[in-house]
């Protein structure tokens, strides 16, 4: 499931970036999927304005961690199995390499784990549970809004 997430975001990326090299047009396009997301997000949970009011700040601090975690640190190592070099890689290489990546991982784990935590205070545990829902029903949204308009539909 983590990498569906990693994947579509960077399919999102790309498809964003497609659009043009001008750094304000890729913003507005980050801008437009987030206010996106939003919508969609306290449409599906039906947050009040009261829950939204304390939700996004969390939500936000969240999606900025994990970018966080992911641009530091995933991406050096996702870059260094793509490089040419990796299949000169020890094995004593490649073992402290996955060790780094699970460390990563459990690090993304424990933020996840936090952010569920500040939420139970906020919104229900239904709630909680419709909201992986929602994420996964947006970024599906988003993937096949990707497809169609690359094959022009």
């Keep these: 499931m983590k990498i569906n997430n990693i994947l579509i975001a ?33 449409s599906e949970l039906s947050l009040t304005p009261e829950e939204a009011a304390k939700f996004w700040p969390l939500y936000n601090a969240f999606e900025d961690k994990q ?23 020890s094995e004593k290489e490649a073992a402290t390499l996955l060790a780094q990546m699970e460390s990563t991982e459990d690090e993304l ?13 906020v919104i229900s545990p239904l709630k909680i549970l419709k909201l992986k829902k929602a994420e996964e029903g947006f970024n599906r949204k988003l993937l096949q809004q990707y497809r169609n308009k690359r094959l022009g539909r």
Excluded: C, P, W
């Design 67 to 89: 970018h966080e975690i992911r641009s530091q640190k995933l991406k050096g190592y996702l870059d260094r199995i793509d490089d040419d070099s990796f299949d000169n890689v």
């Design 10 to 42: 960077f399919a999102l990326l790309v498809s964003i970036n497609s659009f043009g090299q001008d750094g304000r047009l890729l913003r507005e396009k980050k801008e437009q999927i987030k206010a996106m997301k939003v919508a969609y997000i306290t």
């Design 109 to 121: 784990h424990q933020a996840k784990k936090k952010f569920i935590a500040s939420l139970k205070g």
